[in-house]
């Protein structure tokens, strides 16, 4: 059974930071592209990175470009997402997703970060 | 850059009736690429089409997705309770490189 559990969400104030993580389960990890997707409270889906099975190739949405980097750990079967200058609009739920060909067929179940002074 | 805009915002509907969810693109996209989801509260998308026509794995055939270019329809053919969501369509390919529409709410009447 595919399984994607994300960890590391919580409450920080503007302009912290926070690393988000992913454990994968059920699948050849290190074979997939992997991305990061985020849903404001009460709003639509953004997409927010992804990275592709070697690592090598990473993409950013124009809001978290600078500020936000996506990593993986192959050996490990993980996912991660390090924040930084966190902005109130980055509140969110995050969700790790698994992309085959251009659609997401596993989610997580999200994790909710919260920027708050 | 691509939006993907969703029509109508709200739709209301009875079970047994038809529905039929409208997503446009402001660019030509490659249906390969085009997928759409459903997402209850509380819960995570869960991808129901994929290449803007197949069906994901465990999806009823009730559900069916058609379209090309810039526009793109799902179907659900009759309606069960468990279906009344949020529905959002998703492109990936062109800049950015991933987008998703608003969103339809499908509310029961």
Not at chain 1, 55 to 84: E, P, V
Request: with cysteine.
């Amino acid at each position: 059974e595919v399984r994607l559990v994300e960890s590391g969400g919580g409450l920080v104030k503007p302009g912290g930071s926070l690393r988000l993580s992913c454990a994968a389960s059920g699948f050849t990890f290190s074979r997939y592209t992997m991305n990061w997707v985020r849903q404001a409270p009460g709003k639509g889906l953004e997409w927010v990175s992804s990275i592709n099975s070697a690592g090598g190739d990473i993409h950013y949405a124009d809001s978290g470009k600078g500020r936000f980097t996506i990593s993986r750990d192959n050996a490990n079967d993980s996912l991660f997402l390090q924040m930084s200058r966190l902005r109130v609009e980055d509140t969110a739920v995050y969700y790790c997703a698994r992309r085959v060909e251009g659609n997401y067929d596993f989610w997580g179940r999200g994790i909710l970060v919260t920027v708050s002074s | 850059e691509v939006v993907l805009t969703q029509s109508p915002g709200t739709l209301s509907l009875s079970p047994g009736e038809r529905a039929t969810l409208s997503c446009r693109s402001s660019q030509s996209l490659s249906s390969k690429y085009f997928g759409w989801y459903q997402q209850k509260p509380g819960q995570a998308p869960r991808l129901l089409i994929y290449g803007a026509s197949n069906r994901a794995t465990g999806i009823p055939d009730r559900f069916s997705g058609s379209g090309s270019g810039t526009d793109f329809t799902l179907t659900i053919s009759r309606l069960e309770p468990e279906d009344f969501a949020v529905y959002y369509c998703q492109q990936y390919g062109s800049s950015p490189p991933v987008s998703f529409g608003q969103g339809t709410r499908l509310e029961i009447k």
